[in-house]
C-alpha cells in the first residue's frame, strides 16, 4: 500500500517536499519506486524512479535540476523534493512501486499505486 502526501497550493519558483509511505511491500530491497503525474486533459507521465536498494536514479528531461528523488530505507519513505516550480508543474502527482531492479519509465512497469497527491503552481 502506498500513501501519497505532501500537495499543495505554491507560487511559481516555490519548493515542495513530496512524500509517499511505503507499507506491506515485499520485505526485501528489491524493488523500485518512481514518481509519475496527470495534468489535466493529459496522460499520465513519469517524473523520476529509484531503485531502493542502491539508490540508483533516473529523471525525466523535464524535471532534471529541478527535482530530486530519494529514500529513507528505515522509514519506508519515498519522497519528491521539488525546487523552482512552474505552472506546467501542476498536476496530480502519484508514488508507485513494482519489484525488481530494472530502473523504468513506463507507468505499465509498476503494480503498485498511490492515491495521488495534488500538486498546483500558481504564476
Known amino acids: 500500500q502506498l500513501q501519497a502526501s505532501g500537495g499543495g497550493l505554491v507560487q511559481a519558483g516555490d519548493p515542495l517536499r513530496l512524500s509517499c509511505q511505503a507499507s506491506?511491500?515485499?520485505?526485501?530491497?528489491?524493488?523500485?519506486m518512481g514518481w509519475f503525474r496527470q495534468a489535466p486533459g493529459k496522460e499520465r507521465e513519469f517524473v523520476a524512479t529509484i531503485r531502493w536498494s542502491t539508490g540508483s536514479t533516473d529523471y525525466a528531461d523535464f524535471v532534471k535540476g529541478r527535482f530530486t528523488i530519494s529514500r529513507d530505507i528505515a522509514k519506508g519513505t519515498l519522497y519528491l523534493q521539488m525546487s523552482s516550480l512552474k505552472a506546467e508543474d501542476t498536476a496530480i502527482y502519484y508514488c508507485?512501486?513494482?519489484?525488481?531492479?530494472?530502473?523504468?519509465?513506463?507507468?505499465?512497469?509498476?503494480?503498485?499505486w498511490g492515491q495521488g497527491t495534488q500538486v498546483t503552481v500558481s504564476s
Open positions: 506491506g511491500l515485499s520485505a526485501s530491497l528489491y524493488y523500485v
Open positions: 508507485a512501486a513494482r519489484n525488481g531492479a530494472t530502473l523504468g519509465s513506463s507507468s505499465a512497469m509498476y503494480r503498485f
